[in-house]
Structure formats: structure tokens, C-alpha cells
């Protein structure tokens, strides 16, 4: 009977991580989105001659959208 309880802790707590592990992922692909879409607003601030030295694509900026664009 010992040896059912620990092994139901066991998979309690693996399945444990695996929710942490796969909240922290969910929560640093929100803030790399976040990151992209900040300084998306900012390259669209600028000419398009300044952005082809950079080698951006306006169309492809907006794609990805902006600070204010829809993701």
C-alpha cells in the first residue's frame, strides 16, 4: 500500500513540473511576442530608405505588426 501512495505522489509531482515547466514556456513566448511587436512599433517609425540600410522589409513589419498592430 506504501509503495501505491508514493508512486501517486510520484506522478502527481512530475505532472507538477510539466505544468510549471510548460506555463514558464507559454509566458516567455508571450514576452519575446511582446518584444517583437515593441520594436516593430519602433522600425515603422522610420523611412523606408533607413529601413532597407537596416535590411527590413516594411510590408514584412506590418505583417508582424506593431506596437499597436493586431498579432
Given at each position: 500500500m506504501a509503495i501505491a501512495t508514493t508512486t501517486g505522489i510520484g506522478v502527481s509531482r512530475a505532472?507538477?513540473?510539466g505544468l510549471i515547466h510548460k506555463a514558464f514556456n507559454r509566458m516567455i513566448t508571450a514576452r519575446e511576442r511582446q518584444a517583437?511587436?515593441?520594436v516593430n512599433g519602433?522600425?515603422?517609425?522610420?523611412?523606408?530608405?533607413t529601413l532597407a540600410s537596416y535590411?527590413?522589409?516594411r510590408r514584412e513589419l506590418e505583417r508582424e505588426?506593431?506596437?499597436n498592430g493586431i498579432f
Open positions: 505532472n507538477g513540473k517583437r511587436r515593441y519602433y522600425l515603422l517609425s522610420l523611412d523606408d530608405a535590411g527590413y522589409d505588426g506593431g506596437i
